[in-house]
């Protein structure tokens, strides 16, 4: 979800409304240098799940709690785009997810999966040296569900994710004719 990044923080909300001064955030929870926070490694949900950054007053008793599902626009607008389908090329090329099945079809929360299973920008599950099938076999990741109970078992149907190179080639458009 690379549009979900974006975040509409307002300083002016923050400050004018709410009464906050500078030091209230800085450098505390927040370095005063434009967009420190995004560059953290742990600028994340899960982050704030454990009271790091917005997590701190934003924890559902001080202000609204950032990881509730319902409190998505409120930081991210109303106009964050889903990927329809998140193509994987690492560990093996040609590995599909259905996004807009799980979130459009099966209503499942963003929270559902991120930041607990995957990170909210993509590629960067590719990045994890877990990113494997033996770590979802053992309940990482997709396999956090897809265990056989919860979802269908990432030991069959293996053709639904890994599409291969035709698969491949097909969906990005470089179907070859007559080989």
Do not use: W
Request: with cysteine; aromatic share 8%.
């Amino acid at each position: 979800m690379p549009t979900s990044e974006v975040s509409r923080f307002s300083h002016d909300f923050h400050v004018n409304k709410v009464g906050f001064g500078c030091v209230d955030c800085h450098n505390s929870l927040f370095q005063q240098a434009g967009s420190s926070a995004n560059a953290a490694d742990d600028f994340a949900m899960s982050a704030f799940e454990q009271d790091k950054y917005c997590g701190v007053c934003h924890d559902g008793s001080t202000a609204f709690a950032a990881t509730d599902q319902g409190s998505c626009a409120r930081c991210h607008g109303s106009g964050v785009t889903l990927p329809k389908t998140v193509v994987f090329e690492q560990p093996v090329k040609a590995v599909v997810f259905d996004h807009s099945k799980h979130a459009e079809e099966l209503r499942l929360p963003c929270s559902s999966c991120h930041d607990k299973l995957f990170k909210m920008k993509q590629g960067e599950s590719e990045k994890q040296p877990d990113f494997t099938m033996e770590a979802m076999l053992h309940g990482k990741h997709c396999g956090a569900c897809h265990d056989g109970v919860s979802a269908f078992s990432l030991k069959t149907r293996c053709a639904f994710c890994h599409i291969g190179k035709q698969g491949y080639n097909r969906l990005l458009g470089k179907e070859q004719i007559g080989h």
